[in-house]
């Protein structure tokens, strides 16, 4: 997972010069690393299934982010921090199902959801 943050951060700057391939293929890219991850990680096929589309929602919101960057071919810094932190909410999923015992159902809290208790 080494280096996700410079590549979300060089995808935007992409976007933003017009490169509407960038963020997409970046958007793939960490589908699939984060899918190998979760499946060594996470042996409960109903665990792994719940994380997989709190992933699928960060990813989606990414290629969002990526494709409005392109069409206005302009990064804001409020736009570039979300990007930026992508990949720290897409680690956090695996890593508090990871690191909790078994017997705590809690949901993990994500940064950008104020709704989770």
Known sequence: MSGV???????????SQGDTAAGGALVESL??????????LVLGETARAAIDRELEEVLAEGKRLYDGTAMLRELTP???DIISSLGER???P????????????????????????
Do not use: M, S, Y
């Not at 943050?5 to 976007?15: D, G, K, P, V």
């Not at 589908?31 to 060594?40: D, K, N, P």
């Open 5 to 15: 943050t410079n590549r979300l951060i060089e995808a935007a700057r992409r976007a």
């Open 78 to 80: 409020r736009t570039l």
């Open 90 to 92: 897409l680690c956090a």
């Open 31 to 40: 589908r699939q690393q984060h899918r190998a991850a979760l499946a060594v």
């Open 94 to 117: 695996n890593v508090c199902r990871c690191a909790k015992p078994a017997w705590n159902k809690k949901p993990f809290h994500r940064g950008d959801r104020a709704d989770r208790h």
